[in-house]
């Protein structure tokens, strides 16, 4: 009976841990929900600025802003949700992304623990420099866009779906930026070498092509080729970094495999 109790205990303690990290990185989501649903306003003009200066529709007294539009009666109050909702969960990331790190930690072995700080530091900053680029591309992508409306017809977009847009633009181009990231730490961890991320170049830079045109919600071809660019270009420097880290991997190992005295073989007492 006590066997089974010892057994039971660590799946217990293990459980109480995740217990407590969720209820921490919920309350972060809560709050920042909070702080969404206070900066309503200044969020969404900042949404809306691709497609129409809301503040100034807001100042004039306007009517309408551009195409954007919101209809139903809940309409206005899903949106303020929504948006509250979305703010406190990308706000609150880095917190909730800690918790998380903080539960797996314990599992992990130092050179582990520092292959996962290193890509956790480094992933965060790439992210924020994709969605960047992503928020400005909006009003390239939607001018072209738009250009495909006949003439004589007016294209109006509900709010709702404009923000899928937004985000979904935002999101694949931040997690796209992730890619060399990725490559650095498969290579860290052994798992890649510098010279097989490089060999397949043209199938790189195609495929690369082929994802954006694929997964990207714009079709014009500047903004695929804004995308494009940099991937292709932290790409290659990925590549050139992990050549130079399995170059210093390599004479590391020769010079232990060099240093390393060999046992000789011990010889026989002759009579």
């Known amino acids: 009976m ?6 039971r205990m660590p799946l217990l303690d293990h459980l109480r841990e995740l217990r407590k990290r969720v209820l921490r990185s919920a ?6 929900f909070g702080g969404g649903w206070y900066f309503y306003d200044s969020i969404i003009v900042t949404l809306a600025k691709p497609v129409c200066d809301l503040r100034a ?18 309409g206005p109050l899903d949106l303020q949700i929504k948006v509250a909702l979305l703010t406190g969960v990308i706000a609150s990331a880095p917190f909730w992304l800690y918790q998380l790190w903080a539960f797996i930690a314990p599992a992990l072995h130092r050179k582990e623990k520092r292959t996962s700080i290193l890509f956790v ?8 420099m994709g969605a960047t680029l992503g928020y400005y591309i909006l009003p390239v992508a ?8 006949p003439d004589s017809i007016s294209n109006l977009v509900r709010f709702d779906d404009y923000l899928d847009f937004v985000l979904r633009l935002i999101l694949f181009v931040g997690l796209a930026f992730e890619l060399p990231i990725f490559l650095l730490t498969f290579n860290l961890i052994g798992f890649l070498r510098g010279k097989t991320i490089l060999k397949p170049w043209r199938i790189w ?4 092509f082929f994802f954006v045109a694929a997964l990207s919600p714009t079709a014009d071809p500047l903004s695929m080729i804004l995308l494009s660019g940099p991937l292709i270009l932290f790409y290659f420097v ?10 210093r991997r390599d004479k590391k190992i020769d010079s232990v495999e060099t240093g390393s005295t060999a046992i000789e073989a011990p010889t026989s007492i002759k009579e």
């Open 2 to 7: 006590a066997s089974v109790n010892e057994a």
């Open 27 to 32: 309350i972060a989501v809560v709050v920042a």
């Open 57 to 74: 529709a807001q100042e004039s007294g306007a009517a309408s802003c551009g195409a954007l539009y919101i209809s139903g009666v809940l």
């Open 121 to 128: 530091a480094s992933a965060t900053p790439f992210f924020a």
């Open 142 to 149: 939607i001018k072209a866009l738009f250009g495909f409306t």
């Open 205 to 208: 830079v195609f495929t690369i």
């Open 238 to 247: 990925s590549g050139l970094i992990a050549v130079v880290v399995d170059r």
